[in-house]
């Protein structure tokens, strides 16, 4: 039996790596009785596409970005916001794995529409890369900012002045290149493996929020399993944890060395401060009143919950 596991990355990047290495130990653990085939980025369309695919099964499984269903699951739009989650990158995917908040209450949402997310890990803090020098909330200034589809990570960006328009990552080298766009947040793996450093002239370091993806899929296809198939599922997954953890932090330290060292692309890496973060930090607060108030059908408990197990776990303010 074959089962389809389509990702939003191509061939050598994060969630495509972790759809093959799931695939692999799925096979083994079943006796080479399932096969997994993971689909790179394109094959299936762009990210919504590949959403809707899950939803009606024509795939079975999915590695997902929460920035591309934020139409569809309003309170998994909590992602977008900035500063939420542990500075450090080991603590939040702490917090991913261990929340119930997340795993419980935010995983039965999204299977009321049909999708089931069996985990949440990062994909590493996310960068800025621009078009001219960034620092301050004030240089965002009618910048016109790429991002993805969930309205909120909109509203974030027009919290700090931008103009931000929503695209499928397949079009962005494009859209800087040709000034379409003049930023864009990612992981630093992302920015480099995309050669998005190629089309913009300055990185600034801001770790502003977590890459979030997700491993998930079709509830009806799930929940039609025996209890040993979704069982060998489930601690495959947990295992990836780890696994998935190791490989963001290899390709994100690899990548960052790459993009200073590279001369012929030169890009001005800029490494805010704290006090520079903090002017971010105080913007970006009010959209998390935006989230509990007027995002409609979210009544902001989640958050609350998430909030409160974030604390636990880093000790520190979420705000
Ligand atoms: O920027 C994006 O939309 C893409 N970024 C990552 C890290 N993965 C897939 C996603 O579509």
Sequence with gaps: ??????????????????????????????????????????????????VEQLETGAVEMAVMSPGFTGNMVKEGQLFALHFLFPDSVKKTQEVLNKSEALNKDLRSK??????????????????????????????????????????????SYKAYGADPQSMSWGELYTALDRGTVEGQENPIFFIGDASFHEVQDYMTLSNHNNYVAMTTVNSDWYDGLDEEMQKTIDETVQEMQEWVYEEQEAQNEEWLKTIKEDEENATEVIELTEEQREAFRKEAMGVRDFYREEVSTVDGEILDKLEKEISEISGEETG
């Design 1 to 50: 039996e074959t089962w389809r596991m389509v990702t939003e990355e191509v061939d050598g990047q994060v969630q495509y790596e972790y759809a093959e290495e799931f695939g692999k130990r799925i096979n083994e653990k079943t006796d080479g009785q399932i096969t997994i085939e993971p689909y790179e980025f394109g094959g299936l369309g762009n990210e919504s596409d590949q």
């Design 110 to 155: 999204y299977e009321e529409h049909g999708i089931t997310p069996l985990a949440f890990w990062t994909e590493g803090a996310m960068q800025w890369t621009f078009n001219k020098k960034v620092e301050k909330p004030a240089d965002f200034e009618g910048l016109k900012m790429r991002t993805q589809t969930s309205p909120l990570i909109l509203e």
